[in-house]
């Protein structure tokens, strides 16, 4: 999450800038996120890369030590509604199944899958991208870079966008590993939440990036395991809250993400979405 500051662009400058911005915000994880958007005025960035909140999550199992509060009521309304299509069957993820690269990809949300939003593909990640400037704090951007640790031995990536003018926008990316790496992973990264709460630095990808904080969230109960945090980053001193939802099914994890550009409120995870993943899975 870059914090560099160039001079005030020009007028169509600054619209080519909103226009970037937007696109890396509803098409990517977070992948040197705020670097993508680095190089307009904060207004631009935020007005741009707005995420509304989705809908507020279900069978809480783990404290949230604030309660997401929601800016958007017209956008939150239509996300309620969302359900997972009823006939969704499980490709055996649940016992433990490794699943292959075609397996993850029959398995990995689609269109008509919950209603209202539509799938769309994503780029896997570049080679490339940041670290945690301490290593508690490797597994937080482990997931920030898409390549979640203990490394998948396959991976499938997604978009998911919702109805109301594609929003909310929420990333996926779905990761086989066996049950001991992938609960490995779920561990790693409770560990890393609790170590680095008071924020830490990363280098590497756009450049240098300062989180301010991290926190766990309330859990959608989906899945064997399930874990959500919030990664608060910093961008020209506004807060940019990233959420982060897994789902454990067996040896799969499912990540979800979503951020906040408008207002630094926790941007609320759509329920329905690891819902259907997680019976998808089973």
Not at 56 to 67: K, N
Not at 200 to 218: E, I, N, Q, W
Not at 219 to 235: E, I, P, R, S
Not at 264 to 271: F, Q, Y
């Amino acid at each position: 999450m870059s914090t560099r500051t160039e001079g005030r662009p020009e007028e169509d400058t600054a619209g080519t800038a909103r226009r970037v911005c937007l696109a890396a915000v509803t098409a990517a994880l977070s992948l040197g996120l705020m670097g993508a958007c680095g190089g307009g005025e904060r207004g631009d960035a935020k007005e741009a890369g707005s995420e509304a909140p989705a809908t507020p999550r279900a069978s809480p199992t783990a404290p949230s030590s604030t309660a997401p509060s929601s800016t958007a009521p017209s956008s939150v309304a239509p996300v309620l509604a969302a359900t997972p299509r009823p006939d969704l069957t499980g490709i055996g993820a649940s016992g433990g199944k490794a699943l292959t690269q075609g397996e993850l990809d029959r398995a990995i949300l689609a269109d008509g899958d919950v209603s209202g939003f539509r799938s769309g593909p994503m780029d896997a990640p570049p080679p490339r991208g940041e670290n945690a400037d301490r290593s508690e704090c490797l597994p937080l951007t482990a997931v920030l870079n898409g390549k979640p640790e203990p490394l998948g031995k396959a991976v499938a990536y997604r978009q998911l966008v919702g109805p109301d003018s594609d929003r909310p926008a929420v990333s996926e990316f779905l990761t086989t590993h066996g049950v001991q790496d992938a609960s490995t992973l779920l561990n790693r990264l409770r560990a890393a939440v609790t170590a680095c709460a008071d924020g830490f630095t990363a280098s590497g990808g756009d450049g240098p990036s300062t989180y301010t904080g991290v926190k766990r969230l309330s859990t959608v109960k989906a899945g064997d395991d399930a874990l959500a945090y919030q990664l608060t980053g910093d961008f020209e001193g506004d807060p940019v809250p990233l959420v982060f939802h897994l789902v454990r099914v067996g040896g799969t994890v499912a990540t979800f993400y979503t951020a906040n550009f408008e207002n630094g409120a926790t941007p609320l995870m759509p329920p329905a979405l690891l819902a259907a993943q997680a019976t998808k899975l089973t």
